[in-house]
């Protein structure tokens, strides 16, 4: 209630107030790690809170209780049965959901991080989960197909991951993986020590800089920070479009920016892969949206899975173009934009929209960035800002070269392999042996559709059972109600 009543700028609803600042972060912290890590989303959006929220949300993402001397002294026990260190501070200097982050020293030049696994904290991750997916069960049936199916996925992606998060050998091997693959982004990673780290505990390179939106410091520092902005926008097209595995978690306090004016990104319990047909559905989502071309818009929505496939293509087609109408005006601030964005989302609730698994953390980065965007430009949003970097980065997501020569070469090199797969398909066709495969999205379609057909012809025969019984049982008055209830069940199909 106390974010609904926040963002949606009430003071009050039936009485009801909202939790203060520190008494809203403090409740979610009581809550524990998987509800501290879905509201560390909510925690960049300077356009949905004031200041005072926000700075009590973003203790969400670093500034949490440590551990209790004796949790803390049992995971170091299991850790380092004898310590690696020259010195080793204590007190945690970065306090999160899953680990805590500690200052140490391998020699007199070389200082680390060391992140620690809380104790026990995947047996409580696996209670949260159960007590969600429990009371997703009691819900269910309140929901549409559709609001139901987005729920499930949220629950189970959200489950998956943050098991895996919390394995800090997980961790260790995505911050290896990413630091391989984007070895000449011009992202700063952190460098592990594999012969010093386990499941408990995890040395990195000791990096050095600001927080994302710590934005005096960053200011008053000199630092130009709108083509780190862009650096950052391009980065992670580079990880979703072109490359196909991204870090999932770019909150604040994961992403720093040095004296020097680089980007160093941080923890990396949270990396996603994207597919293949979703990076596609995601190209041609953006190249709609560039050419405004709404129906094409939604098309390309319904691929990637975040509208329903038999949803209506001209209504949605009018909403998108309308949406888009407000976020590409430059004169309108954060919360005039709000304003209007949620009046035209109170007119479309009834719309199919979906969240399908592979669409959570996609959807998840991109609004953590815009949020990053909205702590320094005022009307900073995906439409206006972000849109035309992308833009401009297809080229590279569709696999082609720099230059006009680079990529008529690669074709060319590919041309054997393409002819020899249109000959195959040619020649499958002859035969009759050419197979058509149906998307999932179709499949699904296709099964809402029997599952409508069947509901009211199954309710009418178990009501027919019910009146056989009550038949032979004497009780003919009964019988005859549940035949007609059946005959109109049909009917009224």
């Known amino acids: 209630m106390s974010f609904y009543l926040l963002i949606k700028k009430k003071s009050r609803f039936l009485g009801v107030t909202p939790f203060s600042p520190k008494a809203l972060a403090h409740t979610i912290t009581d809550l524990g790690a998987s509800f501290i890590k879905l ?23 670093d500034d949490l209780p440590p551990m209790p001397i004796d949790a803390y002294e049992r995971v170091m026990n299991r850790a380092f049965p004898s310590l690696p260190f020259i010195r080793f501070n204590p007190n945690p200097i970065a306090s999160a959901s899953i680990g805590q982050v500690h200052e140490a020293w391998l020699d007199e030049n070389t200082k680390v991080a060391v992140k620690l696994r809380r104790d026990g904290i995947e047996k ?29 996925s949220v629950i189970a992606e959200f489950s998956t991951m943050i098991v895996q998060e919390c394995s800090l050998n997980h961790e260790r091997a995505n911050l290896e993986k990413f630091s391989h693959m984007y070895a000449s982004s011009g992202v700063i990673f952190p460098r592990p020590y594999p012969q010093y780290s386990c499941d408990d505990a995890l040395v990195m390179s000791y990096e050095v800089g600001w927080r994302f939106d710590e934005r005096e410091a960053i200011l008053s520092s000199g630092i130009d ?26 909150h604040p306090g994961n992403l720093l920016v040095t004296p020097n004016a680089q980007l160093v990104l941080l923890d990396f319990g949270m990396v996603k892969r994207v597919s293949n047909p979703t990076r596609i559905a995601i190209i041609e989502l953006l190249r709609a949206a560039n050419e405004q071309d709404y129906e094409a818009y939604v098309s390309a929505s319904k691929r990637l899975g975040t509208v329903a496939y038999d949803a209506p293509t001209a209504e949605l087609a009018e909403f998108t173009e309308r949406m888009f109408e407000i976020f590409a005006n430059d004169a309108l601030d954060s919360s005039s934009m709000q304003e209007l964005a949620f009046q035209v989302l109170e007119q479309t609730r009834n719309l199919p929209f979906k969240l399908p698994q592979e669409a959570i953390y996609i959807l998840r980065v991109s609004a953590i960035i815009e949020g990053l965007g909205t702590t320094y430009i005022e ?13 401009r980065n297809i080229p590279r997501a569709l696999g082609m070269k720099d230059s006009l020569l680079e990529s008529i070469i690669d074709e060319i090199k590919h041309l054997p392999d393409d002819v020899h797969a249109a000959r195959e398909t040619l020649r499958r066709a002859s035969r009759g042996e050419l197979v ?21 012809i199954i309710m009418a ?19 005859y109600i549940l035949v007609g209830a059946a005959i109109m069940r049909l009917w009224y199909r």
């Open 39 to 61: 509201a560390q989303v909510l925690a960049t959006r300077n356009d949905f809170f004031e200041s005072d929220y926000l700075d009590s949300l973003k203790t969400l993402h």
């Open 124 to 152: 409580r991750i696996r209670a949260d989960i159960r007590i969600v997916t429990w009371f997703n069960i009691l819900f269910n049936p309140l929901f549409s197909h559709t609001t139901r199916h987005s729920i499930e």
């Open 225 to 250: 920070i709108i083509p780190l902005i862009d650096k950052l926008v391009r980065f992670y097209t580079d990880q979703m479009l072109v490359q196909g595995f991204f870090h999932a978690d770019p």
């Open 379 to 391: 009307n900073f949003n995906g439409i206006k800002d972000i849109l035309p970097i992308l833009q």
């Open 436 to 456: 058509v495969e149906l998307s999932p999205l179709q499949l699904e379609s296709i099964k809402q559709s029997v599952e409508r057909s069947l509901r009211p």
């Open 461 to 479: 025969f178990i009501l027919s059972l019910g009146a056989m019984s009550a038949w032979m049982g004497g009780i003919n008055e009964l019988a």
